[in-house]
């Protein structure tokens, strides 16, 4: 079974940045498309940005502009960078395979945004 670990996560204030990390197990990670999802409380999972085993991106309208995501094949780790973090960004961010999720998900990274 693949193991997705991530990390990265904190409090910080609006405006600010963080960089998340997602680790992954598995031998066939550079052929899959990653994506970070995020889910708020009281709200579903949603995914907020994708990118394919060669590197093509696609962001949720919420994120675009802000948010970057890439990938080191060589680590098995797909990286988000969020920047001019808002409140409405606070949620728990996990990563998985993409347009559709393995059937299990790592334990997340809280990530919340408030002065």
């Known amino acids: 079974q693949v193991q997705l670990v991530e990390s990265g996560g904190g409090l910080v204030q609006p405006g600010g940045s963080l960089r998340l990390s997602c680790a992954a197990s598995?031998?066939?990670?550079?052929?899959?498309?990653m994506g970070w999802y995020r889910q708020a409380p009281g709200k579903q999972r949603e995914l907020v940005a994708t990118i394919t085993g060669g590197g093509s991106t696609n962001y949720g309208d919420s994120v675009k502009g802000r948010f970057t995501i890439s990938r080191d094949n060589a680590r098995n780790t797909v990286y988000l960078q969020m920047n001019n973090l808002k409140p409405e960004d606070t949620a728990v961010y996990y990563c998985?395979?993409?347009?559709?999720?393995?059937?299990?998900w790592g334990q997340g990274t809280q990530v919340t945004v408030s002065s």
């Open positions: 998985n395979r993409s347009p559709v999720p393995m059937g299990y």
């Open positions: 598995g031998n066939n990670f550079r052929i899959w498309s």
